[in-house]
T-cell receptor
Framework: GENVEQHPSTLSVQEGDSAVIKCTYS??????FPWYKQELGKGPQLIID?????GEKKDQRIAVTLNKTAKHFSLHITETQPEDSAVYFC????????????FGTGTRLLVSP | GAGVSQSPSNKVTEKGKDVELRCDPI?????LYWYRQSLGQGLEFLIY????????KSGLPSDRFSAERTGGSVSTLTIQRTQQEDSAVYLC????????????FGQGTRLTVV
């Protein structure tokens, strides 16, 4: 079955810096890759997703890149702000029949003012 | 409702007792998922419902875990004879169904078995 690895587990940056979180997946049939942000005491919330027919997607300060050949995808946050501090999860899904998301272990991002 | 609602938000139970966790998905969402999140870990898939049927129960850790969904809406996750290793946050998510659609998560139920 699918296995998703995520790095780093923790990431500390200064406000205004960029942050990059990387994930790799094992199932070449995976074709949907969402990223979730989880704030303390809340459920994960989708922040951006990418499908396998696209190499890059951007939404304001957030971008995701996908390399299907290497089976890895990354989240890029530019001009980080303290409110970006949270745990970020990547996930992958084969999207066949139903959407069984397999999640990475999460990255705790801390943005210091 | 406006979002996925889970109850209770926190549950402390004694080892060996049974617990029931409830999930109210977004109205009209046909697909419902249960995940478990242990401290410092990612989200572990437990079970998936499409309507009232559960095509995939492969993630349930043992036969002490069961879930049902009635009326294509509310779902209940039941853990019998709870053990300390069951302590975790149990998250429910719903989608409109099909593949590659956004999963909306509830705030979770934090279960502590003492």
């Amino acid at each position: 079955g699918e296995n998703v690895e995520q790095h780093p587990s923790t990431l500390s940056v200064q406000e205004g810096d960029s942050a990059v979180i990387k994930c790799t997946y094992s199932d070449s049939a995976s074709n949907y890759f969402p990223w979730y942000k989880q704030e303390l005491g809340k459920g994960p919330q989708l922040i951006i997703d990418i499908r396998s027919n696209v190499g890059e997607k951007k939404d304001q300060r957030i971008a995701v890149t996908l390399n299907k050949t290497a089976k890895h995808f990354s989240l890029h946050i530019t001009e980080t702000q303290p409110e970006d501090s949270a745990v970020y999860f990547c996930a992958a899904s084969t999207g066949t029949g139903f959407q069984k998301l397999v999640f990475g272990t999460g990255t705790r991002l801390l943005v210091s003012p | 409702g406006a979002g996925v609602s889970q109850s209770p938000s926190n549950k402390v139970t004694e080892k060996g007792k049974d617990v029931e966790l409830r999930c109210d998905p977004i109205s009209g969402h046909t697909a419902l998922y249960w995940y478990r999140q242990s401290l410092g870990q990612g989200l572990e898939f437990l079970i998936y419902f499409q309507g009232n049927s559960a095509p995939d129960k492969s993630g349930l850790p043992s036969d002490r875990f069961s879930a049902e969904r009635t009326g294509g809406s509310v779902s209940t996750l039941t853990i019998q004879r709870t053990q300390q290793e069951d302590s975790a946050v149990y998250l429910c998510a719903s989608t409109r169904g099909g593949a590659n659609t956004e999963a909306f998560f509830g705030q979770g139920t934090r279960l502590t078995v003492v």
